[in-house]
Every structure is written in structure tokens, then in C-alpha cells.
């Protein structure tokens, strides 16, 4: 379907004056089917799109077969359809399980007592398979535990003195 440049031109200036009640009649003629969108302006770049491709021509036939065999137009859905339900992604299924989480080298073992003492009193903070525990409360990380002691945020590992030594440069021992 070949068209005149500027009939098209036309066609994408006139989009600009209707309302979205008439950008989405307009979208389901071009398309084949009811856009779900209420954005102005996505309506209007898409059937701008549409229109162009279907006066220039769309894809050549090889291209076509090509995107065809990666993807189906359904599949192109960035939202599924309101129609579908629970069978959507129902032959899909859901492993549980537990997450393994590196381990930072830096968090002694469980069972370890952190102590630092802080404007002038002792806090000791005990070291727990998942978690720390301080005066009885249990926190998710050290920088918790620290927020919970000095009332201010804090890199917990240097809070409690944890942080690994860096090695001096320049400094070499000799045998």
C-alpha cells in the first residue's frame, strides 16, 4: 500500500486533536485489537508507528519469518490481557526453597560476644546463625545493631572493629 509521504503526515497530525476515547477506536482499527493504554501519547506514537509501517511497508517477509521463529506477537505483551485469569502461566511451576546467602568473611562465628565500649558503657553484642543479638533484641546486621547502640547510623563492621586490615604499600619483609 503505498501512500503519498505527506497523506501519512497528515494522517499522524490529525491524531494529535482527538481525544483518548477516540486514540483507542483508532488503535483497535490499526492494530486489530483494543489497546488497554489510557496514555495519550504512547496511543499516538504507536498508531503513528502502525500507520507509517503499514503505508512504507512492514517488514520484508524473510524478517517477518525471522521474528516470528523468536517470538510470538502475544508473547511481545508487556502486561497480559484483562481477559485471561489464573491459567496464565499456570503450566509455569514455583520452586521454594531457601536462598543461599554469601556469608561476609568479616561476621565472626555464632556465638561470638562483639564488645565496644560507647560513651562510656559496655554494649555486648552476641553473634547468632542469622542474626545479632543485642540486649535481647535480635538485628538483622551489625550496622542495626550499631544503630541501636550509639542512636545514629554506622557501618556496623567498623563499629565493632571488623574491618579487614589493608596491607601497608611499599612495605616488604625480608627473610
Do not use: C
Request: hydrophobic fraction near 35%; avoid cysteine.
Amino acid at each position: 500500500m503505498a501512500m503519498d509521504p505527506g497523506k501519512i503526515q497528515e494522517m499522524i497530525d490529525e491524531l494529535a486533536g482527538r481525544s483518548v476515547g477516540q486514540l483507542r477506536e483508532r488503535y483497535a482499527e490499526v492494530f486489530g485489537e483494543p489497546s488497554r493504554s489510557g496514555n495519550r501519547r504512547w496511543l499516538i506514537r504507536r498508531i503513528a508507528w502502525r500507520l507509517q509501517a503499514m503505508a512504507e511497508g512492514d517488514l520484508t517477509e524473510r524478517a517477518r519469518r525471522r521474528a516470528e521463529e523468536l517470538a510470538r506477537d502475544e508473547d511481545l505483551r508487556v502486561r497480559p490481557p484483562k481477559d485471561r485469569g489464573p491459567e496464565l502461566g499456570a503450566n509455569l511451576r514455583t520452586v521454594s526453597g531457601r536462598i543461599i546467602r554469601r556469608v561476609d568473611d568479616r561476621v565472626p562465628m555464632p556465638g561470638t560476644v562483639l564488645t565496644r565500649v560507647f560513651k562510656g558503657v559496655e554494649h555486648r553484642v552476641t553473634v547468632l546463625p542469622h542474626g545479632f543479638e543485642h540486649e535481647g533484641r535480635v538485628h538483622r546486621s551489625l550496622s542495626a545493631a550499631a544503630h541501636a547502640i550509639s542512636g545514629s547510623h554506622w557501618n556496623g563492621f567498623h563499629f565493632f572493629g571488623l574491618t579487614k586490615p589493608r596491607a601497608r604499600s611499599g612495605s616488604k619483609e625480608t627473610a
